[in-house]
């Protein structure tokens, strides 16, 4: 079965630093962009951070430029969402997606892999 699971999300402290990860079962990620969206409560699901496949360029919202960080290890056939200097307004159910064509401002079902989601939540 092809899909994509995620691990790593939890409860962390304001300004602590947690680190989710997204492995690629069935397949491989090589030729994906990746990235991760996220919903808070009693919000719509935004893209937060993609990676492209072809040149490794990245990009991220405004709301956590210069906290968190994607990455990816192809050997490992799976990408990660460091998160640093955490707010309570970072809490949300994350999720991963790989597609051919990933764009931060769309959100579609259609992409082509979806994680099943993972609660991040930042109290003290």
């Known amino acids: 079965q092809q899909q994509l699971v995620e691990s790593g999300g939890g409860l962390v402290q304001p300004g602590g630093s947690l680190r989710l990860s997204c492995a690629g079962s069935?397949?491989?990620?090589?030729?994906?962009?990746v990235g991760w969206f996220r919903q808070a409560p009693g919000k719509e699901r935004e893209g937060i951070s993609l990676m492209k496949s072809v040149d490794g360029s990245t990009a991220y919202t405004d709301s956590v430029k210069g906290r968190f960080t994607i990455s990816r290890d192809n050997a490992k056939n799976t990408f990660y969402l460091q998160m640093n200097s955490v707010k309570p307004e970072d809490t949300a159910v994350y999720y991963c997606v790989a597609d051919s064509h990933l764009k931060l401002d769309m959100d579609t079902p259609l992409y082509d892999y979806w994680g099943q989601g993972i609660q991040v939540t930042v109290s003290p």
């Open positions: 069935g397949f491989f990620l090589d030729n994906y962009d």
